[in-house]
Antibody, heavy 125, light 108 residues
Framework: EVQLEESGGGLVKPGGSLRLSCAAS????????MNWVRQAPGKGLEWVSS????????YYADSVKGRFTISRDNAKNSLYLQMNSLRAEDTAVYYC??????????????????WGRGTLVTVSS | SSELTQDPAVSVALGQTVRITCQGD??????ASWYQQKPGQAPVLVIY???NRPSGIPDRFSGSSSGNTASLTITGAQAEDEADYYC???????????FGGGTKLTVL
């Protein structure tokens, strides 16, 4: 079965750190760009970070740049998010998501076709 | 604030047609994708590209685009379509994904 499964969430104090993991199965993980997307309680979806298939290209949302680090281990079919200097506003469900892209008549499109069930990160004293 | 703008809430009578819209400058250059999210669940892709449905998504879901506006249309809305819907595309630089704020669909 094609799936993603996040782990590593929990309760952490402001200023603390946490490492999230995402285990992929059922597909060729090393062929896909992967992302972290989060959702604060009662709020909408927010893209956090992406990493290309080989790990060469990495991008972050401004809200986490300098504090979060995305990485992957293609041998272990795993995606990671190291979160440092956590703030209350980082409280959210964190999803890992697979990224696909294409183009029609020169017009591009991107989409997240596979999502995990998410892991909850709560930053509170 | 999001670079993609959605109406916060829309309602539709059972069996009727509803259109959910998403506006943003980047939509002139990139197609949007659409996600359905029910309470306590992960988002599910329903439309991507010009008007493509993943396997398992009913054909009552369709997508379209005009100018800076992308639309998700549900033709013959069902009770199980009640959910939050999010559009997604690129930001104005084209470098990063961005989501709309979401539309809560109520089926009456």
């Amino acid at each position: 079965e094609v799936q993603l499964e996040e782990s590593g969430g929990g309760l952490v104090k402001p200023g603390g750190s946490l490492r999230l993991s995402c285990a992929a199965s059922g597909f060729t993980f090393r062929s896909y760009t992967m992302n972290w997307v989060r959702q604060a309680p009662g709020k909408g979806l927010e893209w956090v970070s992406s990493i290309s298939s080989s790990g060469t290209y990495i991008y972050y949302a401004d809200s986490v740049k300098g504090r979060f680090t995305i990485s992957r281990d293609n041998a272990k079919n795993s995606l990671y998010l190291q979160m440092n200097s956590l703030r209350a506003e980082d409280t959210a469900v964190y999803y890992c998501a697979r990224d696909l892209r294409g183009a029609v008549a020169g017009r591009g499109y991107w989409y997240f076709d596979l999502w995990g069930r998410g892991t909850l990160v709560t930053v509170s004293s | 604030s999001s670079e993609l703008t959605q109406d916060p809430a829309v309602s539709v009578a059972l069996g009727q047609t509803v259109r959910i819209t998403c506006q943003g400058d980047s939509l002139r250059s990139y197609y949007a994708s659409w996600y359905q999210q029910k309470p306590g669940q992960a988002p599910v892709l329903v439309i991507y590209g010009k008007n493509n449905r993943p396997s398992g998504i009913p054909d009552r879901f369709s997508g379209s685009s005009s100018g800076n506006t992308a639309s998700l249309t549900i033709t013959g809305a069902q009770a199980e379509d009640e959910a939050d819907y999010y559009c997604n595309s690129r930001d104005s630089s084209g470098n990063h994904p961005v989501f709309g704020g979401g539309t809560k669909l109520t089926v009456l």
